[in-house]
């Protein structure tokens, strides 16, 4: 079984930074795809940045591009979410997940942790 913990969420004023982490155990197989996706309260499930296990460019969604980066371990797994330049409108709850698809919809995904809130103040 394949468990994840996201970590590093809090409080932090629009044009600050932080990175979340995803911590991830169990089987997780070489062909899998990470993905960070995020929801705020009374709004679908959103997807933010996507990377592959077996080696690809990151993809995000237009609306953190530019600002977010999606990094590897030392062991060169996806696992670290560095937010920059945040607004406002980045607050929410943030999910990782693992899926066997390279895909922005979260249904594709079928591991989630339990989610992180971070919420940006004026």
């Known amino acids: 079984q394949v468990q994840l913990i996201e970590s590093g969420g809090g409080l932090v004023q629009a044009g600050g930074s932080l990175r979340l982490t995803c911590s991830a155990s169990g089987r997780i197989f070489s062909s899998s795809t990470m993905g960070w996706f995020r929801q705020a309260p009374g709004k679908e499930r959103e997807f933010v940045a996507i990377?592959?296990?077996?080696?690809?460019?990151?993809k995000y969604a237009d609306s953190v591009k530019g600002r977010f980066a999606f990094s590897l371990d030392s062991a060169n797994k996806p696992k670290y979410l560095q937010m920059s330049n945040l607004k406002p409108e980045d607050t929410a709850v943030y999910y990782c997940?693992?899926?066997?698809?390279?895909?922005?919809?979260?249904?594709?995904?079928?591991?989630w942790g339990q989610g992180t809130q971070v919420t940006v103040s004026l």
């Open positions: 990377r592959r296990y077996s080696g690809n460019s990151p």
């Open positions: 997940a693992i899926g066997p698809a390279y895909s922005i919809i979260p249904s594709d995904y079928n591991t």
